[in-house]
């Protein structure tokens, strides 16, 4: 283990430069501004960024793998921030299954760029100017959240402090309150839809379905769309990506990982999700000339 932890300090980190990308921080920073609180929330929520394409992110991943030879000449193993090996992915080759874990490899490491690219050039330069300008009190953000499809009746408190601490800056606080609740949000949806999200064992016992298993479920994704879904999947349990919620439930992180982009990232699309539910409503009073209807999320939740 001291050999893994050391190893981090002789590795050599390649970085790319993206632009110069204040001229989209500038755009998004206009979305958001002289305009009253909650219209600044849902131009953050829904027009600042938007939940990554996932099929865009696999045609890009086919193609840096089409361009490399890397996958082909051997195995990968990434490591998390202390050198232990945490997957391992297998030269391509001609097997499927190894083309798959490659493919998946190639996809998350894709994603996590995008992601901290949302997080420094949209998200967090838009949340800034909210923030300056409003002083948002967390009654405000409970009557969001009163009846909301995906916040159980007596989890409104864990949410609206998350939130809040996330607009506050505070996202080690905002992902240890949000991140337990995302998993039970995901049951009480499956609920609402008249399924049971337990498995009965034939010893008699009765467990909770897990996160992976319900971030795959059909209904899930039916209901959140398969981009909210798999962007969950990967900041959550995905250890190529970085695992998550494992990282915050074992206390295995320092706290500074809470401000990495994932963990930013996460809580805005939590945000999206919250205030997705009133798009409709919205669009009716205030967005009649920010956009046409077909460019926000892939799906609209029901209604609050």
Known sequence: RDLQRESLHQMTEISF???????????????????NYFDA?????????????????????NIILENSIFHLVGSQTHIDHEGMPVANVTGSGRDPESQNEALWSSMMQYLRDDHRLQVSAQIRPALNEVMDNHHIHEEAIQALLRNHPFVPVGHIEFFSKGLLAGLQGDFLTANHLLIPQIENSLRYLL????????THHGNGDQQRNPLTMLLEHPGIVHRLGKNIATNLKAILTDKIYGDLRNQTSHGYVSSTHFYSDGSIYLWWLLLHIIMNSYYTSWKAVYGKNLFKSNQTSEKTPPSA
């Open 191 to 198: 609920s609402q839809q008249g399924e049971e999200p337990t």
């Open 17 to 35: 430069s993206s632009g110069d990308m204040s001229e989209i921080a500038e755009q998004c920073i206009e979305l958001v501004k002289g305009v």
């Open 41 to 61: 929330l849902m131009r953050l929520a829904l027009l600042v960024a938007k939940p990554t394409d996932i099929s865009k992110v696999k045609e890009q991943a």
